[in-house]
């Protein structure tokens, strides 16, 4: 057996941009992860909310790590997201599960939270729910 979350937190590691965002894992299982986000002034638009991008980033990333935790090595193929209320808060959180999982795809939701801590209490709210499609990569194709 091995440790997906550790797994997980490797890869993550590896990503330049995953980096760059502040990206941390925060629970890997088979067919589910949990991501987050500390926000940055920088990841805010003109309104003071969280900007979509932000959100689409964190759903498509979810999406990916939890199709990985089934089927290996894979990428993105379709993601649609639907943005349910603006974001604001101090962590942005993925929370991504498989839902169908095929021998070349993988189809996955993910729901998008944003996260205060008021009075030290944490607290979320709902977002943004996308629904994607992940392929496997075919290691012996170039």
């Known amino acids: 057996m091995y440790d997906l979350l550790a797994l997980g937190k490797k890869s ?10 502040g990206t941390e894992f925060e629970s890997a299982e088979s067919g589910e992860v949990v991501l987050s986000l500390p926000i940055k002034d920088e990841y805010k638009q003109n309104f003071g909310a969280i900007h979509g991008g932000v959100i689409s980033y ?6 990916a790590y939890a199709a990985a935790s089934e089927v290996g ?13 603006p974001a604001v808060g101090d962590t942005v959180v993925a929370r991504a599960k498989a839902i169908s999982v095929g021998s070349r795809q993988v189809v996955c939701e993910c729901k998008v939270f944003t996260r205060e801590y008021p009075e030290g209490h944490a607290t979320e709210t ?14 012996s194709r170039k």
């Open 73 to 85: 090595d894979c990428v993105t193929s379709e993601l649609k997201v639907n943005y349910i209320r």
């Open 12 to 21: 993550l590691s590896q990503q330049p941009f995953s980096c760059f965002m």
């Open 58 to 63: 964190m759903a498509d990333i979810g999406l």
């Open 126 to 139: 709902l977002v943004a729910v996308a629904l994607g499609t992940v392929n496997r990569l075919d290691s």
